[in-house]
Structures are given as structure tokens and as C-alpha cells.
Nanobody
Framework: QVQLVESGGGLVQAGGSLRLSCAASGRTFSSYAMGWFRQAPGKERVFVAT????????AHADSVKGRFSISRDKATNTVYLQMHSLKPEDTAVYYC???????????????????WGQGTQVTVSV
């Protein structure tokens, strides 16, 4: 099994910054990606960003490009989501997820992810 534990959410004013963390533990895989998704009230869970664990390739949703940045620390098995210039529309529960892959890849489809964290709330006030 894999455990994913998110932290770093909270309340921030528009224009502010937050950094989310997700610590992974448990079973290991030779090839995988870790990503962030978010779900606003009454809406579907959508892709935010992902990183290929071995090579560090990243992908970001168009809605967050230039404001959010995903990174990973292989020594601590932690993935981060640095968020700048936050907007009220970024308000959501943010989920960390892990996708077992067969090569270097940056999957954006929710259905490709095998393990999920419990989520952390991010609220951006006007």
C-alpha cells in the first residue's frame, strides 16, 4: 500500500502564496508520477500539475501555468506545489496522487492515478 499525506493548506488573501507538501510512504515502484488535483465545491476534481519521479519532467494545467510550480524531493519522497498569485478561483481541496507508470510520463488524466491522499483545503479570500 501507499500512503500520501498532504499538508500546507490554509487561508490566504488573493495575491498571496502557499506551498503544499505531500509525503509518500509505503510500497515503492520503479516508475511513477506524482500529481496534484483540486476539487472546488460542486465541481469535478481536475488536474493541476504532475511530475515524473525519475526524470523530473513536469506538466501544469493552463489555468495555473506561470503561477504554480510542482517539484519533488527524492530523498524525502515528498512532492511540493508552490502556489503564487493565488486567486479566489483557486479555492478548492487539493489532492496529492500517485500514478504507477511504465516510463517517463506526466499523466494528466485523473483515472491514471492509483493512489490518493485525503486532501488539504486551500481558501483564497478576496
Amino acid at each position: 500500500q501507499v500512503q500520501l499525506v498532504e499538508s500546507g493548506g490554509g487561508l490566504v488573501q488573493a495575491g498571496g502564496s502557499l506551498r503544499l507538501s505531500c509525503a509518500a510512504s509505503g510500497r515503492t515502484f520503479s516508475s511513477y508520477a506524482m500529481g496534484w488535483f483540486r476539487q472546488a465545491p460542486g465541481k469535478e476534481r481536475v488536474f493541476v500539475a504532475t511530475v515524473d519521479w525519475n526524470y523530473g519532467n513536469t506538466a501544469h494545467a493552463d489555468s495555473v501555468k506561470g503561477r504554480f510550480s510542482i517539484s519533488r524531493d527524492k530523498a524525502t519522497n515528498t512532492v511540493y506545489l508552490q502556489m503564487h498569485s493565488l486567486k479566489p478561483e483557486d479555492t478548492a481541496v487539493y489532492y496529492c496522487a500517485l500514478a504507477v507508470t511504465t516510463g517517463w510520463t506526466t499523466p494528466a488524466r485523473r483515472g491514471l492515478y492509483d493512489y490518493w491522499g485525503q486532501g488539504t483545503q486551500v481558501t483564497v479570500s478576496v
